[in-house]
C-alpha cells in the first residue's frame, strides 16, 4: 500500500487499545510506522506527543497527535473517508448505537477483566468475572438488536463496535488461560461466542491481533513487578 | 417530514442540561419529560433498559442514551449551527477534550467533593491537575469550540459553570476558589451569558435544596465511581 505521508503509531504490543487502532488503519489499508513504547520509561516523543495523559495510542500524522484510541478510530474514519472500507455507518441513528456500546465495552468491560487479573483474593476475582459476565450479556443483546442477522455488528463486515469490543479478545482468552474464567459459553453468550471465532478468523485480526501467550507473559511480568497475592497457572 | 422530539430528563442533572443546551443551539423543538428518578417511568426503563438513567433523547420511534452520544447525533440529525468544525483533525480535539472532562476532570471534582481523608487528598490534587490543564488550553481560545460553543464546552462547562459552585457549596468545600483559574472563569462567564444556555438553566437555590437533599446519595455514589477511577487513571 501507499503511504499517505508521514503516520506514525505509538504503541504497546499488548495494549488492546492500541490493537483497536491497528485493526482501524488495516481496515482503511493506511500505512504506517509503528513505535513500540516502553510504558514503564516513557519516551520524550510520547511524553510530548499526549502530554495530558501519557498513554498509547497516540497516531502521530503529519506531526499533529490525536489521542485516545476511539477519537482516533473516528479521525481515521473521517481523515480516509474515501480509502478502504468505512468504519461508521451512515445513518446517525447507528452510529450513535455504535458509540453508546464502544463507550459501554470501555466503561464496563475492560476494568472488569483488568480486575480480574488484579483481585487479590479468590473472592474479589469472583466477583469481578461475575461482572464481566454481565456485561458480556449485554453485549449479547447489542449483537442480536446491531448484526440483525449478519455475521458483525456491523453487518457484513466489521465496523466500529467490532473493533471496540473485539480488540480486547486477546486479553479474553489470556485471562481465561490464566484464571479459568469462561467468558464465552456457547449456551448463554451463542451469537457472541460465534463472533468472536469469526472476528478472530479475519484477515485484519490475523494481522494485528496478538497472541494470547503475548499477554500472558506480560501479565506474569507485571505481577512479578507489582506483585500479586493470587497466583495465575 | 419531522419527527417529534422527546427528551426524557429530570431535575438537577447537568447531564439533561448538556442534551438541552445542544438542541437548542441547533432550533430544535422538544418536549421535555420529567423523571422522578427515584420512581422512574416505564418509559426511562423501557429506552435505556442498561443503565436506567437520563438524558435519553427519542427522536420519533428512536432512543439515543448516555449525553456526549446525544450531542453527536444532534449534530449528525439536525441542521442548523454545527457543534463540531469539520476539519477531521479539529474534530479529534473537540472529541478528547469532551473525553476529558467527562472521564477525568470533572469525574475527579466529584470525587474530590464526596470523599474525605486521604481518598480526597489524591482525588484534590487530580482536580487541581486536570483544572490546570483546562486553564492553560483557555488562555488561547474563548471556546474549546472556537468562537462559539461546542461539544467539548458543552461537556465541560455544562458541569462547571453552574453546578460546581453549587456543589462546592452543599459539599462545604471549595475546588476553585474565586482567585484562582481566571481563564476558567472567563470560560464559564462566557458560557452562562449565552441566551440559549440561560433558557436551560436549572434555578440555583433549587439547585442547592435539590443536592443538598441528595447528598448522602452522592456520597454513595462518588464510592461506587471510585475504584474504576482510580484503575483508569
Known sequence: MAGEGDIKLLGMVVSPFVVRV???????????????????????????????????????HGGKPICE???????????????????????PHERAVARFWAAYVDDKL??????????????ARAEK?????????????????????????????????????GCNLFWLEAIRKMFGVTFFDVGKTPLLAAWAERFAGTEMAREVVPDADTAVVFAKKLQARFGSNTSAK | MTEPVKLIGAFGSPFVHRAEVALRLKGVAYELITEDLFNKSELLLRHNPVHHRVPVLLHGDKAICESLVILEYIDEA?????????????????????KFFAEKCLMSVWL????EGETQKVLMKDAKEHLAIVETQLKEKRFFGGVAIGLADIAGASVLSHWAGVLQEVAGITIM???????????????????????????R???????????????????????????TK
Open chain 1, 22 to 60: 491497528r485493526m482501524a488503519l488495516h481496515r482503511k489499508g493506511v500505512s504506517y510506522e509503528y513505535v513500540e513504547q516502553d510504558l514503564f520509561n516513557k519516551s520524550e516523543l510520547l511524553l510530548r506527543s499526549n502530554p495530558v495523559n501519557k498513554k498509547v495510542p497516540v497516531l502521530i
Open chain 1, 69 to 91: 484510541s476511539l477519537v482516533i478510530v473516528q479521525y481515521a474514519d473521517e481523515v480516509w473517508s474515501g480509502k478502504g472500507a468505512s468504519i461508521f455507518p451512515a445513518d
Open chain 1, 110 to 123: 475492560f476494568p472488569a477483566y483488568i480486575g480480574i487479573m488484579k483481585a487479590a483474593t479468590e473472592e
Open chain 1, 129 to 165: 468475572a461475575k461482572e464481566a459476565l454481565v456485561v458480556l450479556a449485554n453485549l449479547e443483546e447489542a449483537f442480536a438488536q446491531c448484526s440483525k442477522g449478519k455475521p458483525f455488528f456491523a453487518g457484513d463486515s466489521v465496523g466500529y463496535l467490532d473493533l471496540a469490543v
Open chain 2, 78 to 98: 439536525f441542521d442548523g449551527q454545527p457543534l463540531l468544525p469539520t476539519d477531521p483533525g479539529e474534530r479529534a480535539e473537540a472529541r478528547f477534550w469532551a
Open chain 2, 112 to 115: 474530590a467533593l464526596w470523599t
Open chain 2, 177 to 203: 476558589s474565586d482567585d484562582e483559574y481566571p481563564a476558567i472563569r472567563r470560560w464559564m462567564e462566557d458560557y452562562n451569558a449565552d441566551e440559549v444556555v440561560t433558557e436551560c438553566l436549572p434555578d
Open chain 2, 205 to 231: 437555590d433549587q439547585l442547592v435544596s435539590h443536592f443538598t437533599s441528595i447528598r448522602g446519595k452522592c456520597v454513595a455514589a462518588a464510592k461506587s465511581m471510585l475504584p474504576n477511577y482510580l484503575a
